[in-house]
């Protein structure tokens, strides 16, 4: 049995706020209730992440779903902590949100994205620790304002976007132990490509992820990169960091041979439809601060194409 809301699902429920209404008890076993939980984690994805989405697409009916809620369950973290709110608050609703994580694995889930997340890890074996990880992540969001060394952002990686990897791997299915290393190389790749897409927008929320050491290696100050300023020091850095990633893309490719041959093409897609992010950097002349790098939904298609043709 579950307790959700007597009201509409509501975002606000869904980071970690305290619904208004009293709870109803509803039957988990009905499959209404648990598809319409699957539907609002299907919309989460669609809307944040159209990349992640499309590459879900190519997945089996209920791994798809089952991708769909971790995504919802890693996406809502990430909100509470990019919302306009004094840190304590963040904190308390990032605890909050793990109270009810801890409640899901225990068969008691009291929000949608969680009936779906606990009927996804019970049929695939989810693991929680890498969930409880992700969470140790988020806090750092708020806790953590820049990172001295490379190795400290690795670590931060590790957290909010590895743990992604090991969360997903259950589902997509694997033929070796190896391929888990594999799909954590691919998290922090991931990860450190949002870090250089998203250098501007981080920026005003006080957040430095680019590490300092590089930094000053390349004579950028944290001045200059607060003011937006692209100058040849900045654009030497980002250069340095997109090999950097790049790098971790080839690192990370040989694990999807380890994949369950029907996981393999969304894995590759999305890879390489990521990695993408790193050219349109480019062709923006490395402007992170005004101009925001994305793949038109044209691209994806002929990538979807071509990368279906490589096969």
């Known amino acids: 049995m579950l307790a ?12 970690g706020l305290r619904a208004a209404a009293p709870p109803v008890i509803v039957d988990t076993k009905a499959s209404s209730v648990l598809d319409e939980c699957y539907r609002q984690c299907r919309e989460i994805t669609r809307q944040h992440s159209k990349t992640f ?6 997945l089996a009916p209920e791994k798809r779903r089952a991708i769909w809620a971790v995504y ?11 919302r306009i709110a004094p840190a304590n608050e963040r904190l308390a609703a990032v605890d909050a949100w793990e109270e009810q994580l801890l409640a899901a694995f225990d068969g008691m889930p009291t929000d949608p994205i969680y009936v779906a997340f606990a009927d996804a890890a019970a049929r695939f074996g989810i693991p929680m620790q890498p969930a409880l990880d992700l969470l140790r992540g988020a806090r750092m969001d708020i806790t953590v ?7 400290d952002l ?5 957290l909010v976007a590895s743990t992604v990897g090991v969360l997903t791997m259950p589902i997509l299915g694997t033929l070796s132990s190896e391929a888990l290393e594999y799909g954590v190389a691919l998290g922090r790749a991931m990860q450190m490509t949002n870090i250089l897409r998203d250098v501007g927008e981080d920026a005003l929320m006080g957040r430095i992820y680019l590490p300092q050491e590089d930094m000053q290696r390349f004579d950028y100050s944290e001045a200059k990169l607060l003011e937006g300023v692209v100058d040849e020091g900045f654009i030497a850095l980002m250069q340095f960091q997109i090999e950097r ?18 996981s393999r ?4 897609l999305a890879l ?7 050219n349109a950097i480019e062709l923006n002349n490395y402007d992170v601060f005004t101009r925001r790098a994305y793949v038109p939904f044209r691209t994806k298609m002929l990538a979807a194409l071509m990368v279906g043709f490589a096969r």
């Open 154 to 158: 690795r670590q931060y990686c590790y």
């Open 265 to 268: 093409y969304t894995v590759r």
């Open 53 to 58: 989405y499309l590459s879900s697409l190519f």
């Open 245 to 262: 990633v790049r790098a971790m893309y080839v690192e990370a490719e040989p694990g999807i041979a380890m994949l369950t041959p029907e």
């Open 145 to 151: 304002r820049c990172y001295a060394t490379y190795a």
């Open 272 to 278: 390489h439809l990521y990695r993408r992010i790193l």
């Open 4 to 15: 959700l809301p007597s009201m509409p699902f509501s975002r606000g429920r869904m980071l």
């Open 72 to 82: 919802a369950f890693c996406r809502t973290a990430d909100d509470i902590v990019d």
